[in-house]
């Protein structure tokens, strides 16, 4: 059988993007954001990022077959992103998508997002092994996932209780006076200070907790311990060191999420540990994955930095996945699901 060409389609947050895959190549990839318009709000407002969707639907996914030097009717699929995600949003992307898949007549792959997001180390590093653990770090999820099968097969081993490790950036951020993002301020900042300035907490590592969530996460008291901090030294009339508090954060978030991804490779036996989301663009979980994984023996598979935050890419990558794997494509008319659970991995 022929390479599988699929063009993917994004618009779950504040990014309207497309890519075609062939095979395990990456054919074209456009990615047009609105971040910049919500960024004076301090996080995205969904009524704003529907309406850039809608104006970038057309736009990009011309640019993207463009670009690839196709048209509709070349590709094998269309598949798209379904959930989870801002509901505005994801309506438009799924809408345009089945129009488009309605008039060339191609099947249709309403896909999990968040799977996408592991999906797409495939471009680098070809096919996912069977049976292997996957951390997910992007705005809203933070999940230890056990892959079987990529196309069908995935359950949780742990996840956060709380807040998502991005999410705890973005508030960090906010209150050292960053705009939304915040999370690449923290990681620059964060290189240039010292990582034992303040002792940022570690949720759910020590005794009984720890013992009870091997695998789960707790970031809510990061914001408030941090915050306490610098209050602490602005009553004092002394200066908030940012750089060392960024540093101490980051290194402190990173050393735990390392730790439990690790504990959970052996646990599990998986040589290989995928990585995906937004957050794994951060420079120190970069660091302290690899250097962990060297030591343990387990090959940390991270996307380009490009393909850490939402793009096209990783939901065509998905999709050929779905196509290989003989998935039926979803039904004409398919539901989003803003709260797409991580357990399904197409509609
Ligand atoms: O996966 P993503 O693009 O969107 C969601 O699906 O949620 O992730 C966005 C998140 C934001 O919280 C952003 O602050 C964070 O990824 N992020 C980073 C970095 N780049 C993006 N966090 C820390 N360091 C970075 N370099
Ligand atoms: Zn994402």
Redesign the pocket.
Known sequence: MSEAIVLGIES??D?TAAAIVRGRTLVSNVVASSMQEHARYGGVIPEIASRAHAEAFVPVVSKALADANMDLSDVDAIAVSAGP?LAGCLAVGVSGAKALAWAANKPIYGIN??IG?IAVTQLQFGDVPEDVLALI?????TSLLHVNDIAKSIDVVGTTLDD????C??KV?RLLGFPY????H???HGRLGNPNTLKVPQGLTQGRSGKEHPYDFSFSGVKTAVARWVEAREAQGLEIPVDDVCASL?NSVAEVLSRKAMMGCEQYGSKTLMIG???S?????REHLLACGKEHGIEVRLPELKL???NGAMVAMLGVNLVEAGVRPSAPDFAIDSAMPLTTVSL
Do not use: K, M, W, Y
């Open positions: 779950t947050c990014e995600g997002h968040v997001h770090v992007s705005g809203g999820h998502a490790a991005g999410e950036f973005d951020a993002p915040g999370g690449p923290i990681d620059r980051a989301g937004g957050f663009a951060n420079s120190q979980l850490c935050t939402d």
